[in-house]
Structures are given as structure tokens and as C-alpha cells.
T-cell receptor, first 113, second 111 residues
């Protein structure tokens, strides 16, 4: 069965510092990969997705993620954190378009002024 | 913009009541989903539907049922609400581009 691991349930960074949120997945074939963000008391919003095109994917709000097949990773980065980035971030994987989406447990990002 | 709306943001019900959570999407998406979200447990899939009148059990269907009579509407039903169903309920839809679009969520409290 597929699974998604997010290292660190809580990450704190200073405003202006690099954001790195880690995601590893288990899959025998390159899957569809997603990062979602959830602000307090809201639903999830898509940040970016990988669907077997370019391995470096750019998303909204300055975030990007790199698909590394050899490491089965899809880490999310942003060069400079902003206070408004404080939220919960979920990595998700879908094996094929007919499979369920498997969500990781989430990483809560805090940004310190 | 895709819009997924849920009938209530906050709901308080008593144990044993029948509860209806409604979800509507306006993008003609084939697929619709119901999740519950609990601290430390992430998102868990309750039911999903790939077409009108079709439904599939997710990972935690016990105590829930669903209805999809129209393509744009997917309802989650708690036949007899219990306190362990207190949670945040999220509806989502998806089309041919795979990503899911989520509603704002319904925070249900069962007392």
C-alpha cells in the first residue's frame, strides 16, 4: 500500500529564512504528487502538483518542489518565509488517476518574526 | 475559479440525531469525496463517488452513508450521530486534472 511520510510534524523558521518541508512516498511507479496548504479554519488549497512533466515544479506563493525518483522524495521549498506562510502543509500521492489520494500527516509551519 | 461549498461552517448536534452535510461543486467534476480531519490523524477518506448515484467506501465508512443524486451535489449522512463523530468534515471534488478542490469544511460537534 502506498504511504506518505512528512518528516517533522512542526517546523519553525524565521521570517526571511528558507522553508524546507520534507515529503517521502512509497510507490513502485512514479505517481502524481501534490502539496496542499491549509490555513486555520479553512479547507485545503493546492500549492503545486507533479504529473510526470518537469521534475522541478513551481507553485503559488513562491513555493516549489522537486521530484527525485531515486530518493522517492518531493520536498517543498521557499527561499524566503513570510508571516503569511504560517499554515499546515500536506503532501499527497496518487498512483494513477483511478486511485485514491493518500495524504501525509501534515506539517505545521510557524514563522517567527 | 472552482468553487466547492459546504452547507454549514459550524454545526452542533445531539447524540442520536440524524445529520446531513451537504456539498456542492460548480465545475462539473466527476469525482467527489468526503474526508474527516482530526488532530494527529490527518485526513481520512470516508466515502467517494465517481459518478452520479455511484459511491465507494473509503477508509472509515462506518457510521456514515452518502448520497449523490446530482452530479454537483454530494451529501454525507450521519444516521445516528455519536460523540466520536465530532470532527472537521471536508468535501472535495476533482476532474480530469487530478488535483482535488476542497470546500471550507464543516466543524461538527456532537454533544
Amino acid at each position: 500500500a502506498q504511504s506518505v511520510t512528512q518528516l517533522g510534524s512542526h517546523v519553525s523558521v524565521s521570517e526571511g529564512a528558507l522553508v524546507l518541508l520534507r515529503c517521502n512516498y512509497s510507490s513502485s511507479v512514479p505517481p502524481y504528487l501534490f502539496w496542499y496548504v491549509q490555513y486555520p479554519n479553512q479547507g485545503l488549497q493546492l500549492l503545486l502538483k507533479y504529473t510526470s512533466a518537469a521534475t522541478l515544479v513551481k507553485g503559488i506563493n513562491g513555493f516549489e518542489a522537486e521530484f527525485k525518483k531515486s530518493e522517492t522524495s518531493f520536498h517543498l521549498t521557499k527561499p524566503s518565509a513570510h508571516m503569511s506562510d504560517a499554515a499546515e502543509y500536506f503532501c499527497a500521492v496518487q498512483k494513477t488517476s483511478y486511485d485514491k489520494v493518500i495524504f501525509g500527516p501534515g506539517t505545521s509551519l510557524s514563522v517567527i518574526p | 475559479d472552482v468553487k466547492v461549498t459546504q452547507s454549514s461552517r459550524y454545526l452542533v448536534k445531539r447524540t442520536g440525531e440524524k445529520v446531513f452535510l451537504e456539498c456542492v461543486q460548480d465545475m462539473d467534476h466527476e469525482n467527489m469525496f468526503w474526508y474527516r480531519q482530526d488532530p494527529g490523524l490527518g485526513l481520512r477518506l470516508i466515502y467517494f463517488s465517481y459518478d452520479v448515484k455511484m459511491k465507494e467506501k473509503g477508509d472509515i465508512p462506518e457510521g456514515y452513508s452518502v448520497s449523490r443524486e446530482k452530479k454537483e451535489r454530494f451529501s454525507l449522512i450521519l444516521e445516528s450521530a455519536s460523540t466520536n463523530q465530532t470532527s472537521m468534515y471536508l468535501c472535495a471534488s476533482s476532474g480530469r486534472t487530478y488535483e482535488q478542490y476542497f470546500g471550507p469544511g464543516t466543524r461538527l460537534t456532537v454533544t
